[in-house]
């Protein structure tokens, strides 16, 4: 841990140093502009320089892989779930870094492979989500995050312009937390390193990310039956008894990275993303300057992406457990440890033809791609392999006056393991009359093969590592305890949505209606099972801001969420989040958020989780009911410098208990929320 945080230190250092020379010109008579472009300075009878009042600014950016939307960086205050890894409709499992799950349905989209470990993602760096920057100035933001309970979480960001066409960006956090109850501590790591580099004459782009994520989470089963939390000795969660882990002597350390019973996943991924563009060329003079200018038309793309995933539980002590014999599933005799373990990896090769009509206007283009794809399991003795071929197109259009917004997109795999898995979708959004906001409806459908780990069932494809020969055996191919109940047909899903949004109203409404078939869940701990009825769900949210008065300002979230046809779901009705706040801009440099936020959401049967395979289970039989989640917070920032203060779960509370605070919330069965909990996070970004 310390020769890791030491490396990481040393790097931004160098980084930082490195900066001056690598934006600066040592000879004094250049100096750029907005874009990273070279302009001249006039050094004429100059006999003393001063400073400039505009040197500590910056111009940056950045998009996404897949978007052609410029964001820029978020400096608000007022939601302290815009920096926090898990989002306000999540519940975890009483820990940061413990498995979670959304309140919100949000059903797998993806066509294709998909391994069926999900528990973790909200923690994960991905492709998806990682930005490339653009920046004028070399750029660093340091984050520091304290809780109760030596909760921790440390994130380091640099990015910088090498050149004025070539970019470099480095991330790097880690989530550690011990957690309240007994073996339940999380130390999860997240590295990324990303480049951008476009050649002088604009024809050839290259995105290039390497990211690593590892998980560790300590897994306790949640509590055993019949523990009264409110009658602890001191009132302390770490007296109560886990299912798991509750005879081992643990030590509850910000340091200690490696867990006797719990979960570890790993993943690196490799990707880079390369084009040739042909077009037209322009120039532009300002000021005696000329920039060279390139419009595309017509552009060759390539994109290779290589995954290593590993997925494992394992249990040293499962000798000394009861918890296998309480759930039925039986050890062999003279087991003393127990591991179960997938590995996957999957290359990735796509190749794409992209058509610009017109030339100013790269928000308006036709592609057409195809890819292969070669995936490779892993399960000690036994070898699994797919090879898939897809096609796939995409159209989009923003009108150059930027009324309206059309974007449509379809997958098919043609050949292979997959054949016959797709996705489609298409959107329109439309500005309202005078810019006063955007209204938005689309359409989308997926068609794919449930997730390995519910439908791992033998095929002929099943090899023995030790002979390289086929072979047939009648069992669940992952390692995890997976029962599957017959073979699986394809999910097919629907989707119709809208979005609303009203800025001079504060206002935003959106829907979403959801049609399914063959729904695949997990029940029974771990018995995977397939729904062959048609089902529904509706879900319709709301986002108003009031401004009370002057400094007084009312923020306001609504879900309703409704199912049709008895589907093996289970969501709450209502789902809200309210902020009432004190804020302002005071004395000049100082902005202030201050107040109360509330959250809530209706009874509902929460799903059971087991922590044997990693999933989320349906549940019929037990009822969560929790109070309002009640949080104080007190957010300001001053320049650069941003500090978030809060003290949560004050409902917990017991006046009738000498004050203490042993109401607990459970968000699933066996697994309480955390109790009172402090939290101080310090976010503050540096200009080079």
């Known amino acids: 841990m310390f020769k890791l945080l030491s490396f990481v230190f040393l790097f931004m250092m160098l980084l930082c140093v490195t900066a001056m020379f690598a934006q600066t010109d040592t000879t004094g008579t250049f100096q750029y502009d907005s874009h990273g472009n070279p302009i001249k300075r006039d050094t004429t009878n100059q006999t003393l320089q001063h400073r400039d009042k505009y040197a500590d600014s910056i111009t940056i950016s950045y998009r996404y892989l897949d978007s052609t939307h410029l964001n820029k960086i978020d400096s608000s205050i007022n939601d302290f779930y815009s920096r926090y890894p898990v989002p306000w409709w999540y519940n975890d499992l009483g820990n940061f870094g413990a498995a979670a799950h959304s309140l919100i349905f949000q059903p797998n ?25 653009q920046t004028t100035r070399p750029y660093s933001e340091t984050i520091y ?7 921790q979480m440390i994130e380091l960001f640099h990015t910088q312009n090498r050149k004025p066409n070539f970019n470099v960006a480095f991330d790097f956090r880690i989530i550690n937390s011990p957690g309240a109850f007994k073996n339940q501590s999380t130390n999860n790591s997240n ?26 989470s300590s897994e306790n089963g949640g509590l055993k039956p019949g523990q009264d939390l409110d009658s602890l000795s001191f009132n302390d969660p770490f007296g109560a008894d886990t299912k798991l882990g509750s005879k081992l002597n643990t030590y509850r350390t910000i340091f200690n990275s490696s867990i006797s019973i719990g979960t570890e996943y790993k993943e690196s991924v490799f990707i880079m993303r390369h084009s040739y563009d042909f077009g037209q060329k322009d120039s532009l003079v300002v000021d005696s300057v000329t920039y060279k200018l390139f419009y595309p038309r017509f552009r060759i793309q390539h994109t290779i992406e290589f995954s290593k995933n590993t997925y494992e539980y394992h249990d040293l002590f499962a000798a000394d457990s009861d918890y296998y014999n309480y759930f039925n599933y ?3 005799a003279g087991t003393d440890s127990v591991r179960f373990r997938d590995t996957w990896k999957n290359l990735t090769n796509d190749f794409a033809l992209i058509s610009y009509p017109q030339k100013n206007n790269l928000n308006q283009f036709l592609k057409l791609n195809a890819g292969a794809e070669i995936i490779n399991g892993s399960f000690d003795v036994y070898k699994q392999r797919y090879n898939n071929i897809y096609t796939g197109a995409e159209y989009r259009n923003r009108t150059r006056n930027q009324l309206y917004d059309v974007d449509a997109s379809g997958k098919l795999y043609v050949t292979g393991n997959y054949t016959g898995d797709y996705a489609a979708y298409i959107s329109l959004e439309r500005s309202l009359r005078h810019n006063n906001g955007s209204l938005q409806i689309g359409f989308q459908n997926v068609n794919r093969t449930p997730s390995f780990i519910e439908s791992g069932v033998t095929s002929s494809q099943l090899i023995d590592s030790n002979t390289g020969r086929q072979i047939t055996v009648v069992k669940s191919l992952t ?24 800025p001079p109203l504060a206002l935003q409404l959106s829907g979403e209606y959801y049609l399914f078939t063959n729904y695949t869940y997990f029940t029974g701990l771990y018995t995977a099972t397939q729904a062959s009825g048609i089902y529904n769900v509706l879900h319709v949210a709301a986002q108003k801001t009031i401004r009370v008065s002057r400094y007084f300002t009312w923020y306001l979230e609504g879900n309703l969420q409704q199912t049709a046809g008895n589907p093996p779901i289970a969501l709450p009705l209502v789902l809200a989040r309210s902020r009432f706040a004190f804020e302002g801009n005071f004395y000049k440099n100082l ?17 059971g989780y087991n922590p044997l395979n990693g999933q989320f289970i349906y549940q019929d039989t037990t009822s969560i009911t929790t109070k309002p989640d009640i949080n104080f917070f007190f957010d300001f920032r001053i320049k650069s410098f941003k500090c978030f203060v809060r003290l949560e779960n004050l409902d917990t509370a017991d006046p009738s208990n000498g004050f203490s605070f042993t109401k607990y919330n459970f968000v699933a069965p066996g697994y309480p929320q955390r109790a009172l909990w402090f939290r101080v996070g310090i976010w503050w970004n540096f200009v080079n």
């Open 330 to 332: 039986s050890l062999a």
């Open 145 to 151: 995050l304290i809780g109760s309970r030596a909760e």
């Open 109 to 133: 989209l993806k066509p294709g492979f998909d391994a069926g470990f999900h528990a973790y993602d909200i923690y994960r760096y991905t492709p998806e989500n990682t930005k490339f920057f």
């Open 591 to 607: 902005f202030l958020s201050t107040g109360i936020e509330i959250r809530y959401y209706t009874p509902y049967k929460a799903p």
């Open 479 to 502: 390692n995890f305890p997976v029962v599957p109940q017959g073979s699986f047909k394809k999910e097919n899903i629907t989707r119709l949505f809208a979005n609303i949004t009203v």
């Open 191 to 216: 590295l990324r390193f990303n480049t951008f580099y476009q050649s002088k004459n604009k024809r050839y782009t290259n995105y290039f990310a390497f990211i690593n994520n590892k998980i560790l």
